[in-house]
């Protein structure tokens, strides 16, 4: 069974670079074919896709945040991380870790999240 | 502000059918891109229903069914219980985005 867990500060100042790692288990990040991606939810709303990080090491970025980004892979830790820059108190929110299916475009396994807060 | 249109709500008492829609245009699920659903239990993660239009993934129970007609999908879940009050979203591909992963608004079902 794959299972992915995310780790990292839960507490970002206003400006700074938030980082968060997703540690998983039960399978190989460098499995071809297969994306393994971050998404966010703010408190009380909806999701949006941050990125993706394919085995091959091609990254896609939602174009919104896309200038801010950097989604990277550690295939000897069998982790990915997630580096979001200058962040703003509108990037508080729970952050999921999830692999993506190649192909077909969506999410099949998700880490539990981890709420990250940027005090205003 | 997402492209995937869904109701805020829907309710309906045990064993009752309810259907969630998702609007979207010609640039994603009116373009033939699939159209996935997942449940979100309060304080979880989300987790896949619905892959590809209409597949469950297994365990999912067949009381949730999927299907996509024109610019819209559908979820149904038929026969409601007490533990499917949870907030569900649809999700696409956008090319006019350049949105791997578009998801819809979310709609909270309510279990009366």
């Known amino acids: 069974q794959v299972q992915l867990q995310e780790s990292g500060p839960g507490l970002v100042k206003s400006s700074e670079t938030l980082s968060l790692i997703c540690s998983v288990s039960g399978y190989s990040v460098s499995t071809s074919g297969y994306y393994w991606g971050w998404i966010r939810q703010p408190p009380g709303k909806g999701l949006e896709w941050i990125g993706n990080?394919?085995?091959?090491?091609?990254?896609y970025y939602n174009p919104s945040l896309k200038s801010r980004v950097t989604i990277s892979t550690d295939t000897s830790k069998n982790q990915f991380a997630l580096k979001l820059s200058s962040v703003t108190a509108a990037d508080t929110a729970v952050y999921y870790c999830?692999?993506?299916?190649?192909?077909?475009?969506?999410?099949?396994?998700w880490g539990q999240g981890t709420l990250v807060t940027v005090p205003s | 502000q997402s492209v995937l249109t869904q109701p805020p709500s829907v309710s309906g008492a045990p064993g009752q059918r309810v259907t969630i829609s998702c609007t979207g245009s010609s640039s994603n699920i009116g373009a033939g891109y699939n159209v996935h659903w997942y449940q979100q239990l309060p304080g979880t993660a989300p987790k896949l229903l619905i892959y590809?239009?209409?597949n469950r993934p297994s365990g999912v129970p067949d009381r949730f069914s999927g299907s996509t007609s024109g610019t819209s999908a559908s979820l149904v879940i038929s026969g409601l219980q007490a533990g499917d009050d949870a907030d569900y979203y649809c999700?696409?591909?956008?090319?006019?985005?350049?949105?791997?992963?578009?998801f819809g608004t979310g709609t909270k079902v309510t279990v009366l």
């Open positions: 590809a239009n209409n």
């Open positions: 990080i394919h085995q091959s090491g091609n990254t």
């Open positions: 999830a692999r993506g299916r190649p192909g077909i475009v969506y999410f099949d396994f």
């Open positions: 999700q696409s591909y956008d090319n006019s985005l350049s949105v791997f992963y578009v």
